[in-house]
């Protein structure tokens, strides 16, 4: 079967997931990406056009602005399709990748890619590149999964998983969270200021007059002070995200004064 022939120059588009801190022979660079595609219309004497490049955008999604514009160029006739390095730089979900895919084609336009040199101008390339983005689904799928198991091991010995610690915290050894005996008292104290029925502007103040640092550095406001009462990270819980939960509290990692602390929905003044 031989190939549809390609008229118009094809646009080499380009995609980073995550550009900082990447490196490594499994990172593949806009650089490295362009250099393959154009390899690729070399080899195939095809004409190249722009170089459309999408940096920090998931495969997971196909509404990306560089491929939207790469897109609106083969509609407008000025592109005659794309020339990716691999197929999961075109995308990383088979439904989306298959309807835009569909909406090239029905456009007039290709898709190669310079992996395997197949492209959907051929019955069996369409077939292959069907394959390989399952595969490419499958994997970030796996990838997925495997994070979420991990995160359910560690919650369930207790770690709390979030990208700042809690005020009235520290991460030990083993990535728990241990009480900090130096800003514990504040956070106790405004579970007990609340209880009594201070205001969120009140409790604020306190932490601002004490110095008790914020996660960037302001000042307290009324808003992140209401954010210390409403945490169940307080009353000892571990979690990561809304959805994986541990809620047996632990004597060392719960910060409520003992007797009988407002749990986190009372302190909010939630019923």
């Known amino acids: 079967m031989s190939p549809k022939k390609v008229r118009r120059p094809l646009d080499i588009y380009?995609?980073?997931?995550?550009v900082a801190g990447r490196e490594g022979d499994s990172f593949a660079s806009p650089e490295v990406q362009e250099e393959r595609c154009r390899a690729l219309a070399k080899a195939r004497g095809l004409a190249v056009g722009e170089v459309?490049?999408?940096?920090?955008?998931?495969?997971?999604?196909?509404?990306?602005?560089q491929l939207d514009l790469a897109l609106e160029r083969i509609e407008q006739g000025v592109s005659g399709g794309l020339l990716v390095a691999r197929l999961d730089r075109?995308?990383?979900?088979?439904?989306?990748?298959?309807?835009t895919l569909e909406r090239i084609?029905?456009?007039?336009g290709v898709v190669l890619t310079a992996e395997g040199d197949f492209d959907t101008s051929t019955?069996?390339?369409?077939?292959?590149?069907?394959?390989?983005?399952?595969?490419?689904?499958?994997?970030?799928?796996?990838?997925?999964?495997?994070?979420?198991?991990?995160?359910?091991?560690a919650v369930a010995r207790g770690v709390h998983i979030s990208?700042?610690?809690?005020?009235?915290?520290?991460?030990?050894?083993?990535s728990r969270l241990e009480v900090d005996r130096l800003t514990a008292p504040h956070v106790k104290e405004i579970f007990l200021?609340?209880?009594?029925?201070?205001?969120?502007q009140a409790c604020a103040d306190y932490l601002n007059a004490e110095g008790v640092p914020t996660f960037k550095g302001g000042q307290w406001t009324p808003g992140n002070a209401r954010v210390i009462c409403t945490n169940r990270v307080y009353l000892g819980e571990a979690r990561a995200g809304g959805?994986?939960?541990?809620?047996?509290?632990?004597?060392?990692?719960?910060?409520?004064?003992?007797?009988?602390?407002p749990t986190a929905a009372k302190a909010s003044g939630r019923p």
């Open 90 to 99: 075109f995308a990383r979900t088979v439904a989306g990748a298959l309807a």
């Open 193 to 200: 200021r609340r209880a009594r029925g201070a205001s969120w």
């Open 163 to 174: 990208t700042r610690v809690p005020v009235g915290y520290r991460r030990n050894g083993d």
């Open 14 to 18: 380009v995609r980073v997931s995550r």
């Open 105 to 108: 084609d029905e456009l007039g």
């Open 123 to 153: 019955a069996t390339g369409e077939l292959v590149l069907g394959i390989m983005l399952q595969l490419a689904q499958f994997e970030l799928r796996r990838i997925r999964e495997s994070w979420a198991d991990a995160q359910k091991r």
């Open 243 to 261: 959805t994986i939960v541990n809620r047996r509290p632990t004597r060392r990692s719960s910060l409520p004064p003992s007797g009988k602390p």
């Open 52 to 65: 459309l490049t999408d940096l920090d955008q998931t495969g997971g999604k196909m509404s990306r602005p």
